[in-house]
Structure formats: C-alpha cells, structure tokens
C-alpha cells in the first residue's frame, strides 16, 4: 500500500466505525391472531400508496410423503385454477385488471402467495385470498392440464439443466430420512401418478386459517385494516390441527461422493454439502458470519486464494435459510484446467486455518456492517418488509426475531467462529458432487420424442376466459379512480460543477441514503472499437484500482463500506455510479471520483477478469439459448452496431492498450452528466461534488458517431438447430421493432402487453399455456433501443408440442393485426400500467431509476410524469394499427432449438396447421426450414 493511501486509511476507518451502527428505520410490526387462528400481522407504511399481503401457508416439500413429491408445488398451481366465485382464469385478470402484482412460491418450508395492490384495491386482495382458502375447486379436467404445464416446468428447471440433475441427486444423498431430501418440484415419476384427489386432500389438511400467516404492510390505518381482515378472513372455520414434521436426521457418519458427466458442460463444477443447523439455532447467526468472512466479496478470505490465483471462475460458502437442519454448501466452478483436489485442499485449509486461529477484529466488522447498511435498504420498500417479516414468523415462530438476530450477530465473536466450525465443519463425513464435461446426462432423443404423456389440448369449460372474448359486461375506464405517484420534474434541480458537466438534483430526506449515477454519451462506440467487448471491460478494470486506491486497499475500504462503486459499458453510453448511507457518502464519492479520473488499469485484475468472461462465453456458446438467440439479434441487426458479436475470442483478443485507448477516447467530462438523489442539501452536494468531480479535466474531446439506420427484415427466416441434449424445444420468434422514442413505441408497448405480456393473462398465456397446456411459460417481449428496436416471442415445449404452439402463437399474432382488441382488454392494459405507477416509485431508489433511465435514454425529465395522459389517449384503433404495421410473422425470425430436426419441424407445423382448421398465411404455406450448425 502506497504511503498516499496509508494516510487515508485512518481517516476512512474512524467514519466506518463511527458509522458501523447506524440504525435502520424502526417499524412496528402489531400480531392479532383471528378466532379460527389465523395469524395476522399489520404495518403501517404511508410513504407509497400501495399496501402488500402475503399470505403464508406452513407448508411445503418438507410436509410430503414418498410418492407424492411436488405435490406441494401442484396445489400452489391449482389455486390459481378458480373457485365458484371466481372462475378459471380471473383470479389473474381481476389482479391485473386493479393494478395488482401477484405471484406465488413454493420452498421446502412454505407456499407463499402474494399481491401488491393500489392502497383502495386492497379489499380484492383480501377477498381472493379468503375465498380459495376456502372454496378452491381444483376441478379434474383443469388438473390435468395443468400438470402438463408442471412437467414443461420441471423439464425447464431440472432436465434441461445438468447442475440441477445433479443437485437433486446430491440432496437426495446428504438428507437420510429427512423429507427435505426430495425436490420441491418432485419426481417426474410421483408427478406422473399423481392425482386430483391426492392434491384436493392435501388442500384441505393445510390449507386452513390455523395453519397461516397473513401478513400486510403498506399505506393503511391498523384499526381498519384489522376490521377488513376478520370480515374476509374471519369466517372461515379453522381445520383440523396440523402434525408436526419430526423427522430427526441423524448426524452424517460418512463420506458420500457423486460424479457426472454433461457434453454441455465446458467448467467443471463441484458442490460440497456439510451438517449444519436450523435456521433458529444460536450457532445459526455465527455460521453465516463464518461462511461471509470465507467467501463474500473481493477480500473474503477464499477469494484471493481460488479467484485471483485463476483456479476457479466463481465459488460460494453459505448456510442454507431451513426450518429444520440445512446444509452448509461450498460450491465452485473450476477452469478445464485446474485439478479439484487443489481447490478442495485450499478450502479445508482456510478452514482449518479458522479453526485453529481468531479472525481479526476487521473481517468481523466488515460482515457484521453489511447488515447494518442492508437493514437501511431492506426497509424502504413494503415488499421487502413483508418479505422479512413473515419468513421470520414461519420460520423462526416469530417475527421479532428479526431484531434478535441482528443482536446475535453484533454479539458474535471471534472465539464463536472457532467453536462453530470445529463443531460442524467435519471434512470426514461429507456429501460432494462434481459435474464433468463429457457423456450424456439425458437419455438419447427418441425417449424423449415418444413420451407417452398424454399433451393433447384440454377444452376449456364454460367458465373459462379466452384470449380476445368479452368475457363479461363491459367496465368503465375512469382515470380519476387511480392514485398516481407525484410527478418527479417539479422536484429536480439542476446545476452546473466547475468544469461544466451538469448535475440534476433530487433531494428526499425520507431515508439516509444518497445514491449517484454518471452518464458519459459515447455514441456509436463501435464506429471506432469495432467490438463491444472493449467497451465492457474497460468499464469493468476502471472499477478496479486507481493511483491513489489501488485493488487491495480499494476493496478493503469498499468491503468495510459495504457498498461498492459500479462501471458498465454499452454501445450507446458509459454509466457508473454509486450509493450508500448519508454519512459514508463523501468517503465513497472521494474513491468513485478517483477511479472515474485516474485509473491504474491493474493487469492482474485484467487477466484474471478477461480469463473468467472468456470462460463463461465458451460455455455458454454450447447451450441451445445462446444459439438460438444469437441467430435472431445477428439477424435483426445484421450490419448495426447493436450486433456487435461478443465471443470467446473477442474477449481473449482485447490488450490493455485496447483498453486504454478506449478510455482515453469515451470518458470525457464534456459527454458527461450526474444525477443524484437523497439526504443532502443542494449546497452541500454541490461543494462536495465540486471538490471531487469538478477538477476533471481532459485534453481530448472526442466526437459523438451516429448510428446507421436500422434494415428491415425482407422475408422469413426459419431456422432449426438440433441439441439431442435438451429435454425441451427453445421456440423464439422475432422481428425488428421502433426505437424508444418513436410515437408509435408506447401503442406498441400496451399492444405486446395484451398479446404476450404475461403467462397468465395475456392472450398467448391464455390460449398456449392455460388452455392447450403446452408450456410452463410463454411471454412477448418489446425492447426499443435509442437508434432501434425488437420484438421477440419465447417459449419452451416439448417435440411433440412444437408445432401446435408454433401456429397457436402465429394465429394470435395474426388476430392482433386484424381484429380490434376487446374494449375490456384495451381497459384492463390502461388500468394496469396506470395502478402500478406508484410501485414503481415506491422509494427513493425507485425513483432514482427513473431519473437514470430518461437520461440515459435521452427522454426528456418530464416523461414517466407525462406518461398517464400519453396512455389515457391510446385508442382501439391505434392498437390495431400498431399492431398491423410492426407484428408481421411471414416478415420475421423463427428460430426452434433441442432435440429436433428441420424435417421433424416442418412436418409437425405443418400437421398442426391442418389440425387447426385455421386458413395457414401465405409466408407459410411452402415454407423453407434451415439449418443452424
């Protein structure tokens, strides 16, 4: 460490630990327990008008018996498929429809559903909840389409993914008796068997009021809302009492050992499990402290050691979050190169190491400040409040343990860390697992084609709603029902520093937080760079050292901040930026700001960064993903900058002359502004700002090279690549799509959002997903660019499913372009995009993003403030228009990957056209399917 820098250290120190205890917000979280012994728990947030319930059920994986694993997962599925009072299908619409966001998990302790609502839709919320808790159908013929859905989703998860086969496998081996030994989504086989009845029996044993947390949190009066609950909630009768899982794991007394092969796998990966504890245990908070100072961040104490000296590209060291006892889990992934006994013996020793000898006062203090400056964070949004609170109820029985555990974890010692790992850190009796590359992991495609499964479409009943129907009466649109977030503009100040560049200002006092971001214009990078990968990994070395903070001592402060100062390139800008607690911010301003005007470049960080990126790309070059998406953007972007194509060798091939050329070419104070938002006055941000960024000064200015006009798709290109490894078939459509700021871009935002926005209400959801049962998942994307634009469609199915999906999702396209939307569906998108503004701004970060985005993007600072009565205005018509100008499926990109020929696609689109009944379009009827190599 330089004698500079030696100065600078005991000042930084003394702020750190000064500041090591800021307090977080304090809630108040208040507990009423309902007659039927439903658990409730309120608080108050007013500073949004949104309010989140979650509701938890106490049950998961771990409550299933042998031969009815994911049955857990199934029952989660099958609430969303009605009851008598809200049929199939508008659960989701109705959420939707309000302004709502919503989903649902499922983990081996717990089902957890959830929605965020506008503060006056909450009652919707409440009502669904109540009512499936309840009076959930789980009707036979829904049933089995929807366990269609789930084995797609398996198929996606697990089978498509060697790591996953070979974790299910490892966890299997580790847990002896426990139920935590099976997966959550379960066997392919139990899902086989399984039956309705099996999940209504499992639906009423717990799904009860005693056997829930519901937890709300957001704008409302506790007195009222206790009042709203007991009348949604309180009628319910309780159910019978719930048996507890006893399933004693007895201590591991051996050594267990797993190893598999995958041609898809180019970096070995190697996954260790060791005894651990529950999640309430007193040595719980000491190990997850111990597996922090071992592998969080660039100064952990394996980082060095496996990361820097390039034996691994990545690892981790943790405690798994569980009920019952979870394992503590090392896991790595190796370069070709490096033998796993080295890496194995360089963790047993640093373990041992930690054993034997005290960890410093500094390594505790770091890892214990990451949770003060995350609880300042953690609170600001009602998500994370309740996210925190509930998993804490279930899992420790009681929310207040929350705080009880952040004084365990200020009271643990470096005694503690010695006696919790020679306690359960036994290198004896172990379970490990190690993923080759190699041989298959999956049986050969002819098993995998000629399934037996049963995936014909399953004709939806009388209450079933269909993609592009008046499902109902239509409902009124008025604007003046929604609460819109305050306008952002009118609370921006702008001012210039020393040297020109432009600051815009946002000050909130609400949080102790201050959050920066630079913006520097570049530009069509590649008019000079030629690759994009330049453009990254400058940003990224910048980051990493300057003359007066070099690496070490820069991460060491950085870790103690807990916060870290972040660089990204791109092909239009350069952002950077930076955040933290009030009282930390000069500190991480003083580095940001060196690093930004005197970066050191470190080749050693250099290589080591070039030798991971490279790694990465020459796996994922081989997954189906990469091909088939690479095929679509090469296409729509053919001769644009916005394919700039990034490989193993444009990466290997970059030098540190490359990169400082880069960076003395694009970061210029002239092509730069700041944006800044939080808990400072303009005065004192200005002089602060002034002193570090102010002086930047550089001798070049480098001009600005536009982009050229984005082509035009002329025809159709239809694409197979075969990949007899996969278990599913990647179908991706795509075509070229306005940029950002054309008029047309928001009409064609709210007309995707209708086609293809979401899995469960949009149209292609509706119909491939819900109705036919073909996919886990199917969604549309719209991505408008500053000089350009796409559109994509994905989805994932089996081989035999392929073609019925390909000419499902192109006839909805072709009904978009040629049939007017429903006025409820032109309403339900309005009320949607309108009732979640406020979430969107929910917190100060939240807000910031804005602000970051509209620079960035070039709009003006105005426009998320000019956005509700831009969507107000968007008519039928201009739906129907946008949609016949921009969707246009014979003028696009089909691209369909796994394992599956070209001669097996074109016979299966066209049986399935023939199926259809549906007049096939012109640009299909003889069309020609190619080949990607």
């Known amino acids: 460490m330089n004698s500079q820098m030696l100065k600078i250290i005991p000042v930084l120190l003394l702020l750190l630990l000064s500041t090591a205890l800021f307090p977080a917000e304090k809630i108040a979280p ?3 327990v309902l007659d039927n012994g439903l658990n409730v728990i309120l608080v108050e947030m007013h500073k949004s008008p949104i309010i989140i319930q979650r509701l938890y059920y106490k ?64 009652e919707i919320a409440l009502e669904i909840e109540a009512d499936r808790m309840m009076n959930s159908v789980l009707d036979p013929k829904e049933f089995s389409s929807e366990m269609n859905v789930i084995k797609e989703e398996r198929r996606l998860r697990v089978e498509n993914n060697p790591g996953q086969i070979l974790d299910e496998e490892l966890q299997a081996a580790f847990y002896m008796s426990h139920s935590y030994r099976w997966p959550i989504i379960g066997w ?137 006892m979870g394992p503590l889990v090392f896991t790595a992934e190796l370069y070709p190169e490096t033998h796993l006994d080295t890496v194995k ?184 760079t030629g690759e994009e990968s330049v453009s990254q990994m400058t940003a990224s070395l910048v980051s990493l050292g300057s003359q007066q903070f070099p690496y070490d001592a820069l991460m060491d402060t950085l870790s103690m901040l807990s916060t870290g100062v972040s660089f990204h390139g791109g092909d239009e800008n350069i952002l950077f930026s930076w955040g933290t607690i009030r009282e930390n911010f000069e500190t991480l301003t003083h580095i940001g700001s060196d690093l930004l005007k005197n970066p050191s470049f470190p080749e050693k ?69 700041l944006l800044v938002l939080g808990d400072i006055s303009r005065d004192n941000l200005q002089k602060l700002l002034n002193k570090y960024v102010g002086n930047w000064q550089t001798e070049a200015s480098s001009k600005l090279f536009d982009f050229p006009d984005q082509k035009l798709l002329k025809g159709l290109d239809f ?13 991706r459509i795509a075509h070229e799509a306005p940029f950002i700021h054309h008029p047309d871009y928001e009409k064609l935002e709210m007309a995707n959002y209708i086609l293809g926005g979401s899995s469960l209400t949009s149209r292609l959801g509706l119909n491939i997903r819900d109705k036919q049962g073909l996919t886990y998942g199917i969604t549309s994307k719209l991505k408008g660019r500053i000089e350009g634009g ?84 968007i008519s039928r018509k201009d739906i129907l228009d946008a949609s016949a100008k921009y969707f246009h499926p014979e003028r696009s990109v089909i691209v369909v990957g796994g394992p599956i020929t070209a001669e097996e696609v074109q016979a299966a689109f066209q049986q399935a056209w023939a199926d259809s009944g549906l007049e096939i379009p012109e640009a299909f009827r003889d069309v020609e399917i190619g080949v990607i190599e």
């Open 30 to 32: 208040q507990r009423f």
């Open 59 to 122: 049950v998961g994986s771990r409550n299933e018996t042998i031969g009815k694993t994911g049955i857990s997962h199934v029952v989660e599925h099958m609430m969303f498929k009605g009851t008598p009072t809200f049929p199939t299908g508008y659960i989701s619409r109705l959420i939707k429809r309000n302004s709502g966001v919503f989903n649902a998990f499922t983990s081996k302790d717990m089902t957890v559903y959830y929605e965020q609502m506008p503060k006056n839709k909450i």
């Open 188 to 324: 392919m086989n139990d899902l086989d068997n399984m039956a309705r009845d099996d999940a209504h029996e499992y639906y009423k044993t717990f799904y009860t009021p005693n056997n829930t947390i519901l937890v709300l949190v957001g704008d409302f009066e506790t007195e009222e809302m206790i009042k709203t609950v007991k009348k949604y909630f309180g009628k319910i009768p309780a159910g019978p009492e719930v048996s507890e899982v006893n399933i004693p794991e007895p201590d591991i007394r051996t050594f267990k050992s797993i190893r598999k092969e995958s041609p898809a796998v180019v970096n070995p990966k190697y996954t260790a499990y060791f005894q651990g504890v529950p999640f309430s245990h007193p040595d719980f908070p000491v190990l997850d402290l111990a597996s922090d100072i071992l592998s969080k961040g660039r100064t952990s104490r394996l980082y060095e050691k496996l990361v820097q000296s390039r034996l691994c590209r990545h690892f981790r060291f943790t405690i798994a979050r569980y009920i019952d």
């Open 345 to 528: 013996n360089i963790f047993r020793r640093e373990i041992e190491i930690m054993k034997s000898e005290p960890v410093s006062d500094r390594e505790l203090l770091k890892v214990k400040n990451a949770y003060k400056v995350n609880d300042v964070y953690s609170n600001m949004k009602v998500s994370g409040v309740a996210s925190r609170i509930g998993s804490y109820e279930l899992m420790a029985g009681d929310f207040q343990y929350y705080d009880r555990y952040r004084e365990l974890i200020d009271r643990v010692s470096a005694e503690d860390i010695m006696r919790v790992l020679n306690k359960y850190m036994n290198f004896e009796y172990y379970a490990e697992g190690l993923l080759l590359p190699g041989d298959s992991l999956l049986e050969k495609a002819t098993d995998i084609i000629l399934s037996n499964e049963d995936l014909s479409p399953i004709e939806p009943d009388e209450h079933k709603i269909e993609a592009g129907k008046e499902d109902e009466e239509q409902i009124p649109f008025d604007p003046a029902n929604f609460i819109l977030p305050n306008p952002i503009a009118p609370a921006l100040t702008t001012f210039q520093l020393d040297n020109g560049i432009e600051v815009t200002f946002y000050e909130d006092h609400s949080f102790p937080i201050i959050e920066l971001a630079g913006i520097i214009h570049t530009g069509n990078t590649s008019s000079v």
């Open 605 to 673: 960080e250099f290589e080591t960064m070039k030798m991971q990126r490279v790694a990465v790309l020459e796996e994922a070059v081989k997954k189906t993903g990469w091909k088939t998406s690479r095929y679509l953007v090469e296409k729509i972007f053919e001769g644009h900058p916005y394919f700039e194509p990034i490989t193993p060798e444009s990466f290997s091939g970059v030098t540190l002359k490359d990169i400082r050329q880069y960076y003395n070419t694009y970061y210029q104070p002239n092509h730069t502004s």
């Open 719 to 731: 694409k197979v690549y075969t990949n007899y490894e996969d278990k599913q078939v990647d179908v």
């Open 790 to 873: 796409w559109w994509y469609l994905q989805s994932k199915t089996s081989p035999q499913n392929v073609g019925k999906l390909l000419t499902s999702a192109i006839a909805e396209i072709e009904k978009m372009r040629s049939e007017l939307v429903t006025e409820n569906e032109l309403n339900d998108a309005k009320r949607y995009f309108l009732g979640i503004l406020p979430m969107i701004v929910e917190d100060p970060v939240s807000i910031f993003r804005i602000m970051v985005d509209q620079n960035k993007s070039g709009k003006p600072m105005n426009d998320f403030d000019t956005y509700p009565d831009r969507l107000i205005g």
